[in-house]
């Protein structure tokens, strides 16, 4: 297994790198989850990308719409605008992507959003909508960090392994992510998040539970396209 301790640890001693610490082992796991490896170095089979991206369509709606909601919870014009435009970025940036491999799989872009969300989608992304609704900013941020974080540290990871070739399947989705302006978003993430939150304990507990919560559901995201997974049982 990958040691992240000295790779993606936060600022030290600080509130991310509390959290981060924390779920380290659940993070250490998705560097050699099947999925994520077979991504990386291109042998993942079509149907699983496939899969995966049309869901991961449908995930990203939802996180716009969660980027939005962290504008309405901030009293700040920096947060509120910075939030706005991760919601537009969210939506445009990530999805030309999609939409780029939408065309490669012969699909509609009204195909890819009518694709019902498989459960563990459906699950994470009830996940995010239940902290938006019932949550403060801190706990809204501390809710999609796990998301930034993860896959800006996946990307570099897979670069770090060697350019990918002009050839490999999955090379577009590697640069997007390897991308240093992904990384921004998960450091701008971090940096507010250590500035605005108070520091006691109880606050700690419950963003410390939020970011667990989301980073298994990242690990679940990867074995989700990994198995296919459908819900049960099926409607006969
Ligand atoms: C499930 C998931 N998590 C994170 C990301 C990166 N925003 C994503 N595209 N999909």
């Not at 909601?69 to 030309?96: N, W, Y």
């Not at 609704?133 to 570099?156: D, F, H, R, S, V």
């Not at 998960?186 to 419950?206: A, H, M, Q, Y």
Request: charged share 25%; glycine share 4%.
């Amino acid at each position: 297994m990958l040691d992240l301790s000295k790779r993606v640890g936060a600022e030290p001693g600080t509130l991310c790198d509390r959290l981060f610490q924390n779920s380290r082992s659940i993070w250490e796991r998705q560097f050699d989850h099947p999925f994520v490896e077979a991504l990386g170095n291109g042998s993942l089979p079509r149907e699983n990308f496939e899969f995966y991206i049309l869901q991961d369509a449908r995930f990203l709606e939802q996180l716009t719409k969660i980027f939005a909601a962290g504008a309405i919870a901030s009293d700040e014009p920096a947060v509120m605008e910075k939030m706005c435009q991760l919601a537009l970025d969210t939506i445009r940036v990530e999805r030309e992507l999609h939409e780029t491999f939408a065309r490669e799989f012969g699909l509609t872009i009204a195909q890819m959003e009518a694709t019902p969300l498989a459960p563990t989608n459906y699950a994470y992304t009830r996940h995010l909508l239940s902290v938006v609704n019932n949550g403060t900013l801190p706990e809204i941020i501390t809710a999609t960090l796990p998301c930034a974080w993860i896959y800006a540290e996946i990307g570099k990871h897979f670069v770090s392994l060697g350019d990918p070739p002009a050839d490999h399947p999955y090379r577009n989705w590697i640069q997007t992510y390897a991308d240093p302006s992904f990384e921004e978003v998960g450091t701008w993430l971090r940096t507010t998040l250590n500035r605005i939150t108070p520091e006691d304990e109880k606050t700690f507990r419950r963003l410390d539970e939020i970011f667990t919560i989301s980073s298994r559901y990242e690990w679940m995201f990867w074995e989700m396209a990994w198995t296919l997974e459908a819900w049960k049982p099926q409607i006969s």
